[in-house]
């Protein structure tokens, strides 16, 4: 079973600021990984996938990088409607998600 | 667009079996190749995956892959002439109670090759199953 770390759990930042969220495998995933936003109520959106690709219909302030066991999300300017949980997701053995990351505002 | 409705109880007895169903609307479950799959939260666990029907209309291809976890628990199947696929969790306990989503993974083509992945970019609203007496 992969494991996937994410971190930090709860980010404070304020709008217009970057965010960089973490996510960590417990083994080499490649590029196997996606990122998903969450709002309260809300099913989970997709973001990224293959680890640095953008999802139809997702603004470019949404970047993603890394392979291997290190990743990243970068919202580069924070918009109002950002602030969610952020899960990453790995598809390279089975399928499992990171804790989330609960970006709120300062 | 494609949307998924999903419909099925919201309360279910320990030792019973959840059963849901997940209606795909503006798309059909039999063209593309695409991984259907479901997913639950729970404040406890956060979100996991539950398994996944692959179903490929362009290869005329279905299988499936479940959670280790709960593999000897799950059933899931696609019905074509109704365009729906379902979900069977058999012999639950209160550690099943969650918010249930059903979600449809990635396809499209990439130039002339079709590439499909186990992400999920539609999902169904989300059902909240309680298992209680």
């Known amino acids: 079973e992969i494991l996937l770390t994410q971190s930090p759990a709860t980010l404070s930042l304020s709008p217009g600021e970057r965010a960089t969220l973490s996510c960590r495998a417990s083994?080499?995933?490649?590029?196997?990984l996606a990122w998903y936003q969450q709002k309260p109520g809300q099913a989970p959106r997709l973001l990224i996938y293959?680890?640095?690709k953008r999802a139809t219909g997702i603004p470019a302030r949404f970047s993603g990088s890394g392979s291997g066991t290190d990743f990243t999300l970068t919202i580069s300017s924070l918009e109002p409607e950002d602030f969610a949980v952020y899960y990453c997701?790995?598809?390279?053995?089975?399928?499992?998600f990171g804790g989330g990351t609960k970006v709120e505002i300062k | 667009q494609v949307q998924l409705q999903q419909s099925g109880p919201g309360l279910v007895k320990p030792s019973e079996t959840l059963s849901l169903t997940c209606t795909v609307s503006?798309?059909?479950?039999?063209?593309?190749?695409?991984?259907w799959s479901w997913i639950r939260q729970s404040p406890g666990k956060g979100l996991e995956w539950i398994g996944y029907?692959?179903?490929?209309?362009?290869?005329?291809?279905?299988?499936?892959s479940y959670n280790p976890s709960l593999k000897s628990r799950v059933i899931m199947s696609v019905d074509t002439s109704k365009n729906q696929f379902s979900l069977e969790l058999s012999s639950v306990t209160e550690a099943d109670t969650a918010m249930y989503f059903c979600?449809?993974?990635?396809?499209?083509?990439?130039?002339?090759?079709?590439?499909?992945?186990?992400?999920?970019?539609?999902w169904g609203q989300g059902t909240l199953v309680t298992v209680s007496s």
């Open positions: 029907i692959y179903y490929s209309g362009i290869y005329y291809n279905e299988n499936t």
């Open positions: 997701q790995q598809r390279s053995n089975w399928l499992s």
């Open positions: 503006g798309g059909s479950v039999s063209s593309g190749s695409f991984y």
């Open positions: 083994q080499s995933i490649s590029s196997y």
């Open positions: 293959d680890a640095s």
């Open positions: 979600a449809r993974g990635i396809g499209h083509y990439e130039g002339s090759r079709y590439y499909s992945a186990e992400y999920f970019q539609h």
